[in-house]
């Protein structure tokens, strides 16, 4: 039980720093929200006065000339309310409409690409790994490689490939625009076929990756007793690589799952961009453009909260799993 406790202490700590964090650096930027906002107003031919200044930057959250501890105790009293502000960059939108309008294609594209490459990964990984010196273990510099190569280049060049010179897919886009969003065949079908392209991209660049990790892995149980002694019982060699190295060189790679499971809320950036996917990803990056701290601080959040409850929920796995790493803590 004190392990438990400890964890939770931890990450509500850990949390605090976050949040303070998410408070403070959007904040050592240059410029200003409320600015940017009456820029826009002016180039639209409206009048701003003071008092137009005053009501703008109250709507967003308090004016920036206070005091950074009242900016942060007010930042506080919002996230408690559940209010993230108002959206600059997509002004008159609530923060919290902008991301749930956005985090369910990312979590979909990324987070399918994400199961997707680690499921092959570790498969071909154990497989590879299973001998090693053959001709499948010279094929994993390879896909190394693929894993070295900057995303959006991958992306660039299977969008020219496969949506410019064969045709098979849309260049860029979530979804055919003439069909109305919505849990119809139709549109799935159209989603599914918008989203081949990122999703392909991120597969080839992080399926290296996990491929190697659990290649080494592998290599590495193979030299264990107990796969000396399977051996000598006689076992069959799909019963040695299934039951006894297979399941223990994976756990790593579990490990390592369920964190990047945590980073798919924060998107892929450059990939989204590529292909002008309706993600996160965008309108984080359309957040950093437009100094929208809001947005910026909106996001970050999802993205914290995300991280801190896969490596909790992986700590606290580990503690009734292995409980060595209870009486190590």
Do not use: H
């Amino acid at each position: 039980m004190n392990y438990f406790l400890r964890k939770l202490s931890f990450y509500a700590v850990a949390l605090w720093a976050a949040l303070t964090l998410n408070f403070a650096i959007p904040r050592m930027l240059p410029g200003n929200p409320v600015d940017i906002l009456l820029a826009k107003l002016q180039q639209r031919g409206e009048t701003v006065t003071p008092e137009t200044r005053k009501a703008y930057a109250l709507l967003l959250g308090g004016d920036s000339s206070d005091p950074l501890w009242i900016q942060y105790w007010d930042y506080l009293k919002n996230l408690a309310r559940g209010d993230l502000g108002v959206s600059v960059s997509y002004y008159p939108a609530q923060v919290s409409d902008v991301i749930l309008t956005s985090l369910p294609w990312t979590v979909v594209l990324v987070g399918i690409a994400t199961i997707l490459a680690a499921v092959l990964g570790v498969l071909l990984g154990a497989i590879v790994g299973w001998r090693p010196g053959t001709w499948l273990d010279s094929l994993v510099p390879s896909t190394t490689l693929l894993a070295a190569v900057p995303y959006f280049w991958l992306a660039l060049i299977l969008a020219y490939l496969l949506a410019r010179v064969l045709g098979w897919f849309p260049l860029q886009g979530g979804y055919d625009v003439v069909l109305t969003p919505g849990w119809n065949g139709e549109f799935i079908a159209s989603a599914i076929q918008y989203g081949f392209l990122p999703a392909l991209t991120i597969v080839l660049a992080s399926v290296g990756g996990w491929l190697l990790g659990m290649r080494n892995m592998m290599v590495s149980t193979l030299s264990e007793d107990y796969i000396l002694t399977a051996e000598a019982k006689g076992l069959s060699p799909r019963k040695i690589l299934r039951s006894y190295a297979s399941r223990n060189a994976v756990l790593p790679s579990v490990a390592g799952f369920a964190i990047s499971l945590g980073f798919v809320v924060s998107g892929s950036v450059i990939t989204e961009q590529v292909f002008s996917y309706p993600g996160i990803g965008g309108r984080l990056l359309g957040a950093v453009t437009n100094n929208d701290y809001a947005l910026m601080q909106g996001v970050f959040l999802f993205i914290t909260l995300a991280v801190l409850g896969a490596n909790l929920l992986v700590d606290l796995l580990y503690g009734l799993i292995d409980p060595r790493t209870r009486a190590r803590a």
